[in-house]
Structures are given as C-alpha cells and as structure tokens.
C-alpha cells in the first residue's frame, strides 16, 4: 500500500537560510505524483510543487524545490531564504495509481512537518 | 469567488446526532474529496468522488456517508456523530486524476462533537 512518511513534527530555521523538509515515499506504482502543501495557521491547504515520477529533473517554483531521489523513494522540499511567512505547517502528498481508468487522484499525505522561523 | 466553500465553518453537535457537511464547487471539476485532518495523522481520505453519483470509500469511511447529486455539489454526511469525529473536515476537488497543478482545497470544517 501507499505510504508517506514525514519523519520530522516539528522545525526551526533561522530567517534568510535554506531549511530541507524530508519526505519518504512507498508505492509499487511506476506512475506516480508527488505534491508539497503549506498550511498556515490560518488553515487553508496551499500547494507550492508538483514532481512526476517521470520527471528527471527536480522541480522548482520561486523559492521552492523538490529534491526527488527515485531510487531512494524521497521528495524532499527545499525552502531557500526563509521568511517568517514560511512559519506553517507542510505537508507532503503523493498521488496513488498509474496513469489510465484504474487512477482514482486521490492524494495520500505525511503526517507533516511544522516548520518555525525564526527572525 | 472561492473555486471550493465549505459549510458550515465550525459546528457544535452532540453525540448521536447526525451531522452533513456541504461542499461546493464552482470549478465543475469532476473529482471531489473529503479529508479529515488530524494531529499526527496528516490529511486522511473518508471518501471521494468520480463524477456525479459515483462515489466511493476512503481509508476512514467508517461513521460516514456521502452524496453527489450534482457537479457542484459534495455532501459529507456523519450518520451518528461520535466524539472520535471530531475533526477538522476538507474539501477537494481536481478537474483531472493526473493534475500536476495542485487540488482546489475549501477552507475547512471544524466539527466538535460533545
């Protein structure tokens, strides 16, 4: 089955440097998403990147990449130059299922990690 | 406008009592879900959507039942509401199965049940 696994609760970095967020993934599926969400405190789910499977280069969106090691089944988010807006908590989800009728989209998520910054 | 509202915001019911969440779309995206979220459990999935009238289960069905009667429309219902459904309840809906470009998220259901 399906599984994402975000090994750290909790997080500090101190404002201005990078912070790597990790991500582990399980699947037998070839084909496969994989997403990053922030949360702030004021709940609402906001999707920062996506990494296909097929992917071969990792993504970047602003200051946000996804460090994606296929043999190693990790996804890592790398946030450059923090910002106390970056405070939240993420989340790392995957999308189950190849690609044709047997895909349903549903998104599988880690438990998250809550990321603090620190001024 | 909003692509997903939920309602109600927050609701306080009690134990036995059945409970429905609404979920509305503006988008006419085909796919709709309903998470929960949970400390240390992250977003888990109740049950989804695959167009109107076809629905399915999730990982944590139990408890709960839904309805598609439209497009737009994604009703989450809490048969007899029990203290281990309280909750923070969400919405999703994507337009495709394969869509790199994140899911629509509403802005979440904060059930209490005493």
Redesign the interface.
């Known amino acids: 089955a399906q599984k ?1 696994t ?1 090994t750290q609760p909790g997080m500090f970095v101190q404002e201005k440097e990078a912070v790597t967020l990790d991500c582990t993934y399980d699947t037998s599926d070839q084909s496969y ?1 994989l ?1 990053w ?1 922030k949360q702030p405190s004021s ?3 906001i ?2 990147i ?1 990494q ?1 499977s097929y992917d071969e280069q990792n993504a970047t969106e602003g200051r946000y990449s996804l460090n994606f090691q296929k043999a190693r089944k990790s996804a890592n988010l790398v946030i450059s130059a923090s910002q106390l807006g970056d405070s939240a908590m993420y ?1 790392c ?1 995957m ?1 189950e ?1 190849p ?1 044709g009728s047997s ?10 990690t809550t990321l603090q910054v620190k001024p | 406008d909003a692509g997903i509202t939920q309602s109600p915001r927050h609701k306080v019911t009690e134990t036995g009592t059945p409970v429905t969440l609404r979920c509305h779309q503006t988008e006419n995206h085909r ?1 709709m ?1 309903w ?1 929960r979220q949970d400390p ?6 109740i049950h ?1 959507s ?1 167009g109107v009238k076809d629905t ?1 289960k ?1 990982e944590v069905s139990d408890g709960y039942s839904v309805s598609r009667s439209k497009t737009e429309d994604f009703l989450l219902t809490l048969e007899s509401a029990t203290s281990s459904q309280t909750s ?1 309840y ?1 919405c ?1 809906s ?1 337009s ?8 629509t ?1 509403g ?2 259901t904060r059930l209490t049940v005493v």
């Open positions: 994402i975000q998403g997403f969400y709940g609402e789910m999707f920062l996506y296909g989340f989800a999308r299922g690609r895909n349903t989209g549903k998104l599988i998520f880690g438990q998250g | 796919y879900y998470y240390g459990h992250g977003l888990r999935l989804y695959y399915d999730g923070v969400f999703a994507t495709s199965r394969e869509d790199e470009g994140g899911y998220f802005s979440g």
